[in-house]
């Protein structure tokens, strides 16, 4: 069974937004945190941003300080990443990551992963 599933990549323009959102299924995302990693063509895996069970601690990367927004809609158990002022480095599969006691940017704390989406920024 799929516990994570991203959606909303594509492509976008250099100095555009794009909204990605992450959708568990079960109890995935009940009192854990949840973060977004992302990989771009010959890098190793990053931490992008993270947010706490009741979404109101949030933790991101110095990269995209300032330009991405975490949030979580749990009514709804999704989370999303809203991504401004994008940049060509931001050009990399985006993944979605759950099971966390606490908002880390280690991705070996986290236990569940989704399959991921492509972000492509043109320039």
């Known amino acids: 069974q799929v516990q994570l599933a991203e959606s909303g990549g594509g492509l976008v323009q250099a100095g555009g937004s794009q909204s990605l959102s992450c959708a568990a299924s079960g109890r995935t995302l009940t009192f854990t945190a949840t973060a977004w990693f992302r990989q771009a063509p010959g890098k190793e895996r990053e931490f992008v941003a993270a947010?706490?069970?009741?979404?109101?601690?949030?933790n991101y990367a110095d990269s995209v300080k300032g330009r991405f927004t975490m949030s979580r809609d749990s009514a709804k158990n999704t989370v999303s990443l809203q991504m401004n002022s994008l940049k060509s480095e931001d050009t990399a599969v985006y993944y979605c990551a759950a099971g966390s006691s606490r908002p880390s940017p280690r991705e070996s704390e986290y236990r569940y992963w989704g399959q991921g989406t492509q972000v492509t920024v043109s320039s």
């Open positions: 947010i706490n069970w009741s979404g109101q601690i949030t």
